[in-house]
């Protein structure tokens, strides 16, 4: 069984989806470790709460991005983690975890990628007025969302006119699409 690490920043609501996916045996690994780029987050709480090892830091108090991700790494060795999953993590990852995590490190992103990077994808999906936007999980590479594609899910927002609508369809995908995603990523390494 390969450990995974979650890096999780928000809500967590992909983290529970990813938890509740493990103890239903649909994915065989387990969480040994959550990261979080906030001293307080609810992701942090309900790891915590699941006695799951947490890393929370603050960039701040580190003299580099450098600095941190090294910090970052020797969480990940500590706790035999093998596969990186990114799930509302705030920072870009740099090339000391890259280096070391290679093709091992995935990410979800709430629009169909190569549309709508970067910050509050959601948002701009409106503003470009489409019809259809979507999910993407994808291979994390230097760049903002440019990694590899792995699995994409549509979603049709012709019918939905609140930010908050499509929010929350975009999460049902999410929690189904992330964890089945996941094993796969799984079964491939091994
Ligand atoms: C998700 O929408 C994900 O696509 C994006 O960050 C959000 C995290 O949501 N990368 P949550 O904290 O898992 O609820």
């Given at each position: 069984?390969?450990?995974?690490?979650?890096?999780?920043?928000?809500?967590?609501?992909?983290?529970?989806?990813?938890?509740?996916?493990?103890?239903?045996?649909?994915i065989?690994?387990?969480?040994?470790?959550?990261?979080?780029?906030?001293?307080?987050?609810?992701a942090l709480?309900?790891?915590?709460?699941?006695?799951?090892?947490?890393?929370?830091?603050?960039?701040?108090?580190?003299?580099?991005?450098?600095?941190?991700e090294?910090?970052?790494?020797?969480?990940?060795?500590?706790?035999?983690?093998?596969?990186?999953?990114?799930?509302?993590?705030?920072?870009?990852?740099?090339?000391?975890?890259?280096?070391?995590?290679?093709?091992?490190?995935?990410?979800?992103?709430?629009?169909?990628?190569?549309?709508?990077?970067?910050?509050?994808?959601?948002?701009?999906?409106?503003?470009?007025?489409?019809?259809?936007?979507?999910?993407?999980?994808?291979?994390?590479?230097?760049?903002?969302d440019?990694?590899?594609?792995?699995?994409?899910?549509?979603?049709?927002?012709?019918?939905?006119?609140?930010?908050?609508?499509?929010?929350?369809?975009?999460?049902?995908?999410?929690?189904?699409?992330?964890?089945?995603t996941?094993?796969?990523?799984?079964?491939?390494?091994?």
């Amino acid at each position: 069984m390969k450990n995974i690490a979650v890096f999780a920043s928000g809500t967590g609501s992909n983290f529970l989806a990813i938890h509740q996916a493990i103890l239903n045996n649909e994915i065989n690994t387990k969480i040994t470790l959550l990261v979080s780029d906030r001293s307080k987050s609810k992701a942090l709480e309900n790891a915590k709460k699941m006695g799951i090892n947490c890393f929370a830091f603050r960039a701040k108090a580190f003299e580099s991005k450098e600095a941190y991700e090294l910090q970052i790494l020797k969480e990940l060795r500590k706790n035999n983690v093998e596969l990186i999953v990114l799930a509302g993590y705030m920072r870009i990852i740099g090339k000391t975890i890259l280096e070391k995590y290679p093709k091992r490190i995935i990410n979800i992103h709430p629009s169909l990628l190569p549309s709508f990077k970067g910050i509050d994808a959601v948002g701009q999906a409106m503003e470009a007025q489409v019809s259809v936007t979507g999910v993407t999980v994808h291979y994390v590479d230097e760049g903002m969302d440019t990694g590899e594609i792995i699995a994409q899910e549509e979603l049709d927002i012709s019918n939905l006119h609140k930010r908050e609508e499509i929010e929350i369809e975009i999460h049902k995908i999410e929690h189904k699409l992330y964890p089945a995603t996941i094993k796969r990523v799984l079964e491939d390494l091994s």
